[in-house]
């Protein structure tokens, strides 16, 4: 039931329908078919958005029904300037219907009837019983039907409109309106009006005078109202009185049609979650998606969450005079927190130059204050040095709370202009990050729209895309303000939502306040670092190989008898399937031998072409992503290479980075190591390189329990050694490489989910040994068996596993019908835990050994994070001192029922600090 206290929500499906299709057509948003989706997407975000601010009301959707109405009978060019709807549009109308209706929601479609006065019927019917209504609509006609119980809200654009807000925005009050339309007709809707009347002069008579009827009555008034063309007015209105009259007719919305429902009939939405989850696959929300097959997730406890209020109108305001700077200025003192955003000329923190910076404050209102626009014509800007030197010191104030959407960035670029930005209280996209990590992508644009229902401009909406995309500094100020003013408001707005669903769960905060946010000035400082790399060596790689790829070309040509392109899958089908009549292994979707890289590595154990294509792929790669670019990913201002780490991108909690991708640097090829000597120490510097031993092993050690584990780690054992004693019944000390081996693999394989098969296929033996292999292991660590028996029951039933410090991975797979699907969530859910609970060790360990480099080794510069390792350049007369302090500093970043063991190298190089 609903309350009947709670506002009934009226949508205007018609007015949204249109709207939302050119408001998505710039992104041209489609499924994988081609099918045109950008309508559906933002009309279903509409609703739910109002579903989750109004959690207590019914929501009813009114379209307009094909066919002729009233209007059209009296007036035979009504609407009739209207292009036919676009074809991409009209594929989109019966799916909404679907999801609207799979939400649970009641679609009313009258026939003969406009939705205008469907809504205006029903409207009327509520204020009459004493409730309130809330229409949702963009259409300025229905401001008539606002008074004391009927409000307006534009969901795309968060305005709500009461009586107030209605004189405000048109000048008159909501019983004035018919007459303000009637006087200037309608030229989408062909509603003829008076000519010569437009909106200034309409006001002039409305406020002068009075309606229509008054108009007429008191023509002779109309002269003394002094507007241009007052004197010719009552002419033009006499002359017109027919026009004037049919025009007031056809804008009037009637409030009396007859209707198959009644508002008490309107009950809560109760969703077909089934139905609307083959919708949101057919169409490709994969957000969307994740929400309902993991049971909500994050997204579900919105309802039991404070969301922020959508604000009742937006104040955006361009900066431009130092008077407005200094009354910003003082805002920002005295708010509790604002919203900081910054606007440059690049992605690339080490180039990028301030074009402008943004604020919020309050919800709604928000500032751009711009310093380097210099387009032709761009008007005059504050000098950019004297507003940064204004700003200084609030910015690098640490106890004025200040809240950014990945403001990682900003505190990079400003670093560059001399300001340290201190006081970072909040992160949207880390906060978006901890809630879930797997509910959406954490941009600005994802998340507005799943939390706060709102499409944002997005960055090619205003300055293009391709080659001729603007720079910032070359957007002109009428739309680059909108866009970085929003950026604030969105960013405070989003904060207010997801800091009040992390509140609901004491460990996400505390994970966020104790590890995420004191990590993003560690991450900053790293990134400006940089890691000193050797271009000639690289150069010379290069050259190497190079010549080794045009070695490995000639061979496989001889193998296979002539000459083809190594990187062509047709070709290479050919040569290997049909003319050396290898067997197939695997085929494409399309039923074409596949030629991909997991299916060569089965044939290269016993053919010499796919062992020579393998190392080709290799080779090339290595070449192309590392040799050859990383000497021009040198920064000619530092003589360094500055990577990206990205802290809300995987889903386990792990660090990953890009330009240049430090994570994938190969390690077990020769080839492959020979890059890490290129990354090398400063002259007086030495490369330290640490990292932890084994910590995933003894991860599982401790969230298991069981004795076996414990008792090798707290011995010392080599753990992989151990296990090959137990497994292969044989002392520790006869164990041989291949069963070490072996053991290893068991050991990793088994913590990742690994099967019978899977572990057979890694050691080269038959299924029912490598059972015999996992039952011995089992066998000899019964507490691993219970964990994992434990945690898949776990995972199955709360949709989530988690971390030792409380990092939440939620499993929308875990219920899946598909038995793949769900065998593959199971072995995340075993995994996860492991490897969210390492990422979150390895960050803690950042963040202690920060705050210890600062108090005690001001030269010591961490320059490098790769999965369980940190690398610090340090200068060598500290070494003796400095190693074992840092192992020390490590190990005590968690403590576990096993010991932390980290091992740690010295070199002049990368590769010797192993």
């Not at 710039?26 to 994988?32: G, H, K, S, V």
């Not at 609407?79 to 991409?88: F, G, I, Q, T």
């Not at 709604?364 to 626009?373: Q, S």
């Not at 045009?550 to 000459?563: D, H, N, P, S, W």
Request: negative net charge.
């Amino acid at each position: 039931m609903s309350d009947s206290t709670a506002p009934l929500i009226l949508v205007d499906g018609s007015s949204y329908l249109y709207r939302a299709f050119f408001a998505s057509q710039q992104a041209d948003l489609r499924a994988a078919d081609g099918t045109p989706t950008g309508a559906i997407r933002v009309v279903t975000s509409m609703l739910r958005s109002l579903i989750k601010q109004y959690p207590d009301s019914p929501v009813v959707v009114v379209f307009d029904a094909k066919g002729k109405t009233f209007r059209d009978e009296i007036y035979p060019e009504y609407k009739s300037h209207r292009p036919p709807m676009p074809d991409d549009l009209r594929s989109q109308v019966q799916p909404i219907h679907d999801i609207i209706r799979a939400m649970g929601l009641p679609l009313v479609v009258e026939e003969g009837v406009e939705a205008d006065d469907v809504i205006g019927t029903l409207a009327r019917q509520a204020s009459e019983l004493g409730r309130a209504t809330l229409i949702s609509t963009g259409d300025k006609d229905m401001a008539q039907l606002v008074d004391g119980h009927v409000t307006l809200i534009n969901t795309m654009t968060n305005t709500v409109l009461d009586v107030d807000g209605v004189r405000e925005k048109f000048g008159v009050g909501p019983e004035l309106i018919i007459d303000y339309l009637a006087l200037m007709g309608d030229k989408v809707d062909n509603i003829p009006g008076v000519p010569g009347v437009g909106e200034k002069t309409a006001l002039a008579l409305l406020q002068g005078i009075g309606g229509i009827q008054a108009l007429y009555e008191n023509l002779e008034r109309i002269p003394e109202l002094g507007f241009r063309g007052a004197k010719s007015m009552p002419k033009k209105l006499q002359d017109n009185r027919e026009a004037a009259e049919l025009s007031y007719l056809l804008a009037t919305i009637k409030t009396d049609v007859p209707l198959h429902e009644s508002i008490e009939e309107f009950q809560l939405p109760q969703p077909d979650t089934e139905a609307l989850l083959a919708l949101f696959r057919q169409f490709e929300f994969r957000s969307w998606i994740s929400e309902l097959e993991s049971g909500g997730g994050a997204a579900a406890e919105s309802e039991q969450a404070e969301a922020a209020p959508a604000p009742s109108e937006l104040n955006y305001e361009l900066i431009l005079e130092q008077e407005q700077l200094d009354r910003w200025l003082d805002k920002l003192r005295g708010a509790e927190l604002f919203a900081f955003d910054t606007e440059t000329t690049a992605l690339d923190y080490m180039v990028a130059e301030l074009v402008g910076v943004s604020f919020a404050v309050t919800p709604g209102e928000a500032a751009y204050l711009p310093f380097g626009h210099d387009y032709m014509g761009a008007p005059s800007q504050l000098a950019r040095d004297s507003v940064l030197a204004q700003l200084k010191p609030l910015l690098e104030d640490e106890h004025q709370a200040k809240v950014g959407q990945h403001i990682k960035y900003d505190m990079n670029v400003l670093a560059r202009y001399g300001i340290q930005l201190r006081g970072v209280a909040f992160d949207t996209m880390l906060e978006s990050y901890v809630l879930n990590s797997t509910a959406t992508r954490h941009d600005m644009d994802s998340l507005a729209d799943l939390y706060l229902g709102v499409q944002t401009v997005h960055f090619e909406d205003i300055a293009g895309k391709g080659k001729k995309q603007l720079t910032f500094n070359q957007i002109e100020l009428d739309k680059a303000a909108p866009y970085a003013a929003e950026d604030a408001d969105i960013t405070l707005r989003l904060h207010q939502v997801l800091h009040a669903k992390l509140s609901q769960t004491g460990s996400l905060l505390k994970l966020f306040a104790e590890i995420e946010k004191p990590l993003i000035p560690v991450l900053s400082q790293i990134e400006r670092n940089g890691a000193l790399v050797d271009a000639k060596r690289l150069g010379q790689q290069s050259v190497e190989l190079a010549e080794r790829l045009v070695e490995i070309e000639r061979l496989a040509f001889e193998v296979a008898g002539k000459e083809f392109n190594l990187s062509s899958p047709k070709q290479l089908q050919q040569i290997l399937f049909e003319e050396q009549g290898l067997p197939v292994v695997k085929k494409t979707p399309k039923g074409a031998p596949s030629t991909a890289e997991e299916v060569l590595q089965e044939l290269a154990s016993d053919y010499p072409l796919p062992r020579l294509i393998l190392e080709h792929r290799s080779l090339s790669k290595l070449k192309s992503t590392y040799t050859d670019k990383l000497p021009q990913m040198i920064c000619a201002e530092t003589g360094r290479i500055h990577t990206s780490y990205h802290q809300a991108v995987t889903a386990t909690g792990r660090l990953s980075s890009t330009d240049p991708n430090l994570q994938n640097i190969p390690v077990r090829t020769a080839e492959g190591r020979r890059i890490r000597e290129a990354f090398v120490a400063p002259e007086g510097y030495k490369i330290v390189a640490a990292d932890y031993s084994q910590i995933e092993l003894r991860i599982m050690a401790h969230l298991s329990g069981d004795q076996g584990l414990l008792a090798a780690f707290a011995h010392g054992d080599d753990i992989h050694r151990a296990t090959a004693a137990e497994v292969f019944k044989v002392p520790a000390d006869q164990v041989s490489s291949d069963q070490r081996r072996s053991a290893k693999a068991i050991n990793f394989g088994l913590i990742y989910g690994m099967s019978a098969f899977g572990l057979a296929k890694q050691l080269g033996v038959g299924r029912n040994e490598a059972q015999q292999y996992i039952d011995h292991y089992f066998e000899t660590y019964p507490g691993v068996q219970r964990y994992m028996d434990d945690i898949r029951a776990k995972a199955a039933e709360e949709g989530y596993v988690e971390t030792l410090f409380g990092r939440r991975l939620y499993l929308p797979e875990i219920k899946a019908r598909n038995a793949m699907r769900r065998q593959a969530a199971e072995r995340t859910a075993i995994n996860a835990p492991m490897q969210g609970t390492a990422a979150d060790i390895i960050k803690r360990a950042m963040i202690r050994v920060a705050d210890w480099l600062a108090q005690e080794y001001a030269q010591v510069r961490m320059i490098m994070q790769v999965h369980d390792e940190l690398v610090f350049e340090v200068p060598q007369d500290q070494l003796d001192a400095f190693v074992p302090q840092l192992k020390a500093q490590m190990a005590a970043a968690a403590e576990l029922d096993v010991p932390l063991v980290v091992d740690a190298g010295i070199g002049d190089n990368w590769e010797q600090a192993h």
